[in-house]
């Protein structure tokens, strides 16, 4: 399989809430090739527009799983911690690991859960040092980069501060959860190609 190469491609050079595009260095499937198998995989039509997700349907029933266990880790929200803190766990995964795209993605979802732009951005600006102005957000950060980091990092001193923070079981599960999800889809992310300035925004800067 060739490897793609994108000599004139318009990189970020930094972390965003903007919105961003993603190109592959491997080919993924056209739409007009899609089976119904892997249609069904998708299971949402707008994937069937993302170069990412037609990667990844290359194996159809690993992303089948991956995108439920997705979808309950960010939207099932009937019980638990909110969204804002979810998609905080997931940027500041990213962060960590250096994944612009996901931390674009995620990001601008926290801001708009919570209304917070300024503490997102100051995640996203200064690292997953920045004091995010109270102590249930900085909570959440630091449990999100230890199980980033390496997991054996992550311990009681962590599930202890998060429900000093006033987090109960559930809602640790949760940001553990979001965590450790995008630990593992940063780097698969990463892996397999790169992010871009869209032209609909470079044609506006």
């Not at 911690?81 to 995964?93: D, F, M, P, V, Y």
């Not at 909570?139 to 987090?167: C, I, M, Q």
């Amino acid at each position: 399989m060739t490897v793609a190469e994108y000599p004139e491609l318009h990189r970020p050079d930094r972390f965003t809430q903007e919105g961003l595009g993603w190109v592959p260095w491997l080919e993924p499937v056209a739409e007009e090739e899609l089976t119904d198998a892997q249609r069904a995989a998708l299971i949402d039509e707008f994937r069937i527009k993302s170069p990412y997700f037609r990667l990844l349907v290359r194996d159809a029933e690993a992303l089948h799983a991956r995108t439920l266990t997705d979808l309950d880790i960010f939207f099932n929200t009937a019980d638990g911690i909110g969204r804002a803190e979810r998609e905080l766990a997931a940027t500041a995964a990213s962060r960590v690991n250096g994944c612009v795209f996901c931390a674009s993605v995620h990001s601008a979802a926290a801001t708009r859960e919570s209304g917070r732009r300024d503490d997102v951005q100051r995640l996203l600006d200064d690292g997953v040092g920045a004091d995010l102005g109270d102590e249930r957000w900085n909570a959440v950060v630091a449990a999100s980069v230890a199980l980033t980091t390496t997991p054996p990092d992550f311990g009681p001193e962590h599930v202890a501060r998060l429900r000093d923070a006033g987090l109960d079981d559930g809602e640790i599960v949760d940001v553990i959860g979001g965590a450790a999800f995008f630990n593992w889809a940063n780097r698969l992310m990463l892996s397999l190609g790169e992010p871009e300035i869209p032209a609909r925004r470079r044609a506006t800067s």
